[in-house]
T-cell receptor, first 109, second 114 residues
Framework: KQEVTQIPAALSVPEGENLVLNCSFTDSAIYNLQWFRQDPGKGLTSLLL?????REQTSGRLNASLDKSSGRSTLYIAASQPGDSATYLC????????FGGGTRLMVKP | DGGITQSPKYLFRKEGQNVTLSCEQN?????MYWYRQDPGQGLRLIYYSQIVNDFQKGDIAEGYSVSREKKESFPLTVTSAQKNPTAFYLC?????????????FGDGTRLSIL
């Protein structure tokens, strides 16, 4: 059974720092991997989707990488801002989406 | 403006009561999903539907029921058999179940026990 783990569970950084969020999964037979953002009490917003044949995807200050063979993905956030404060979830799709527990990010002004 | 609408935003359930959560989408998506999120945890799949009049159990379907009579609507009923229903419930949709397109999510319904 696919298991997805996100480390750290919580992270607090000063504004302007570059940071990396980690996601690991146990079964490398995936179709794609998605990174989502969730604001408190809200639904999920899709940030980046990486197909299994891709190595990375970029959107603005966000860059997500995928290493299927090692079962790892990272989300890199450049020049963090207070507006980036949210919970970030990764999910893999061999069949249905399997989610990690999320990383709660706080960016302090 | 296309999207997914969940209602109500907050819902309270009494002991022995069934409650129904609404999910409507105007994205013309074929597939719809219901997830449960407990505090500090990821999402777990309750039910999903690929087309009208068809739905499948997810990982935690016990104590829940769904219907898909219309393409745009996928209501979830939390029955009295669900002994621990307090959670945040999220509805999502995608063009097709096997699509490589991202799922779109509603803003959720928070269910609590009175």
């Amino acid at each position: 059974k696919q298991e997805v783990t996100q480390i750290p569970a919580a992270l607090s950084v000063p504004e302007g720092e570059n940071l990396v969020l980690n996601c690991s999964f146990t079964d490398s037979a995936i179709y794609n991997l998605q990174w989502f953002r969730q604001d408190p009490g809200k639904g999920l917003t899709s940030l980046l989707l990486i197909q299994s044949s891709q190595r990375e995807q970029t959107s603005g200050r966000l860059n997500a990488s995928l290493d299927k063979s090692s079962g790892r993905s990272t989300l890199y956030i450049a020049a963090s801002q207070p507006g980036d404060s949210a919970t970030y979830l990764c999910a893999v799709r061999p069949y249905m989406l399997t989610f990690g527990g999320g990383t709660r990010l706080m960016v302090k002004p | 403006d296309g999207g997914i609408t969940q209602s109500p935003k907050y819902l309270f359930r009494k002991e022995g009561q069934n409650v129904t959560l609404s999910c409507e989408q105007n994205l013309n998506h074929d597939a719809m999903y219901w997830y449960r999120q407990d505090p500090g945890q990821g999402l777990r799949l309750i039910y999903y539907s690929q087309i009208v009049n068809d739905f499948q159990k997810g990982d935690i379907a016990e104590g829940y029921s769904v219907s898909r009579e219309k393409k745009e609507s996928f209501p979830l009923t939390v029955t009295s058999a669900q002994k621990n229903p307090t959670a945040f419930y999220l509805c999502a949709s995608s063009p097709q179940r096997d699509s490589n397109q991202p799922q779109h999510f509603g803003d959720g319904t928070r269910l609590s026990i009175l």
